[in-house]
């Protein structure tokens, strides 16, 4: 069965640190893999998504990047966070290709930028 | 164009009663939709899914929804609402147009259960 991993679950960093979010899915391959942002009181934003590795799209300018190193592997990173960068990061995947149709998420990471 | 609207972001009901999450959806190609629950500082879970077979789909914890094309909806629906329940539910549409596929997530509806 297919799994997907993501860490860390929490992390309070100061502004202006870098930032490094993992995550990995198991039990599948080629998966298009993707990075949501669920701020306070608002609904999900894609921020990144990739169909293989080092093929990344970015939905919405901001400070952040994404790498995808591996085949499950997807990061998510910035070299200098805002405090506007808090919020619940989710890490997602989904088959390729017209059958696959289902998201499937992560547990999340709570992000406090202090 | 693809767009999900949760009509409520806020619904409370009484355990023991119905629940009635509403959701509806615009897309131009043949749309799969879904509704995801969150509950506090958890990632999502799939509740159910339609994707173009039976109208009416059944999920987990009870919950089902019925896809209406005639008014492009997609409601959620629970007979009797459990105190586990309370969380935030997310209406999801998916379609492969422009040959790519583009799933859109609604701005969600925290449900809260009252004892």
């Known amino acids: 069965s297919q799994t997907i991993h993501q860490w860390p679950a929490t992390l309070v960093q100061p502004v202006g640190s870098p930032l490094s979010l993992e995550c990995t899915v198991e039990?599948?391959?080629?998966?298009?893999l993707y990075w949501y942002r669920q701020a306070a009181g608002r609904g999900l934003q894609l921020l990144f998504y990739?169909?293989?590795?080092?093929?990344i799209s970015s939905e919405v300018p901001q400070n952040l990047s994404a790498s995808r190193p591996q085949d499950r592997q997807f990061i998510l990173s910035s070299k200098k966070l805002l405090l506007s960068d808090s919020g619940f990061y989710l890490c997602?995947?989904?088959?390729?290709?017209?059958?696959?149709?289902?998201?499937?998420f992560g547990e999340g990471s709570w992000l406090t930028v202090v | 164009a693809q767009s999900v609207t949760q009509l409520d972001s806020h619904v409370s009901v009484s355990e023991g009663t119905p629940v009635l999450l509403r959701c509806n959806y615009s897309s131009s190609y043949s749309p799969s939709l879904f509704w995801y629950v969150q509950h506090p500082n958890k990632g999502l879970q799939l509740l159910l899914k339609y994707t173009s077979a039976a109208t009416l789909v059944k999920g987990i914890n009870g919950f089902e929804a019925e896809f209406k094309k005639s008014e492009t909806s997609f409601h959620l629906t629970k007979p009797s609402a459990h105190m586990s329940d309370a969380a935030e539910y997310f209406c999801v549409v998916s379609d492969r147009g422009g040959g790519y596929q583009k799933v859109t997530f609604g701005t969600g509806t925290k449900l809260q259960v009252i004892p």
């Open positions: 997602a995947w989904k088959e390729q290709g017209a059958g696959g149709n289902t998201i499937y």
């Open positions: 039990g599948t391959s080629n998966p298009n």
């Open positions: 990739s169909v293989g590795i080092g093929q």
